[in-house]
């Protein structure tokens, strides 16, 4: 059965603070892993990693896989409060292209 | 319109009912995924669909639950018999193209189903 593990489960940090949330895996037939953040209903995409050790970056946040290790990271640096989400990472992979795998998500709170 | 639109966005119905949720995609979207989302947990998938199929409805829990998409557009998730453990949010995507190809899922609001 496909697997995705975050952690950690919630983090709690003061605005400045840089913070990594980790994602493991265990699929058949890898094709992508995304990473979400969900603030209040719908998840909002932020990064889609398909090959290993290529650093994706928006702003503070970044992102990279590492397929020999089965996982992903995602950094975001100097918090602010308006980063205070759920972060969600996803999995496409499996024997059907599209089914997406979804890990339990890491709750992020930034305190001022 | 401009995203994924979920109706109703809160339904709250009683044991035994039997419930409707709908899902718009995205103009041109032919992939749509259905997901529900307990408290505190990730969104756990229940079905795509590839156009007017369901490619994979393996995360449906059990035959209460069914889906169509008639035409490749609008969705509807149906829910027979309704049971407390239903409540959840149940969370709408689509994407442009799904397969090889894939790319980022767009999502909706969520209808939040509470089942007395």
């Known amino acids: 059965e496909d697997k995705v593990v975050q952690s950690p489960l919630s983090l709690v940090v003061h605005e400045g603070d840089t913070v990594t949330l980790n994602c493991s895996y265990e699929v058949t037939n890898f094709r992508s892993l995304l990473w979400y953040k969900q603030e209040k209903k719908a998840p909002t995409f932020l990064f889609m990693l398909?090959?290993?050790?290529i650093e994706k970056k928006s702003g503070r946040l970044s992102s990279i896989l590492d397929k020999k290790e089965l996982s992903s990271i995602l950094n975001i640096t100097a918090t602010q409060t308006g980063d205070s989400a759920i972060y969600l990472c996803?999995?496409?992979?499996?024997?059907?292209?599209?089914?997406?795998?979804f890990g339990q998500g890491t709750i992020l709170t930034v305190h001022p | 319109g401009a995203g994924v639109s979920q109706t109703p966005s809160n339904k709250v119905t009683e044991k035994g009912k039997y419930v409707e949720l709908r899902c718009d995609p995205i103009?041109?979207?032919?992939?749509l995924y259905w997901y529900r989302q307990s408290l505190g947990q990730g969104p756990e998938f229940l079905i795509y669909f590839q156009g007017t199929g369901a490619a994979d409805d393996s995360g449906l829990p059990n035959d209460r639950f069914f889906a169509v998409r008639p035409e490749g557009s609008v969705s509807t998730l149906k829910i027979q018999r309704t049971e407390r453990g239903d409540s959840a949010v149940y969370l709408c995507?689509?994407?442009?193209?799904?397969?090889?190809?894939?790319?980022?899922?767009?999502f909706g609001p969520g209808t939040r189903l509470t089942v007395l």
């Open positions: 103009s041109g979207h032919t992939a």
């Open positions: 996803e999995n496409a992979g499996g024997t059907s292209y599209g089914k997406l795998t």
């Open positions: 398909t090959s290993s050790g």
């Open positions: 995507a689509s994407s442009a193209l799904a397969g090889p190809s894939y790319n980022e899922q767009f």
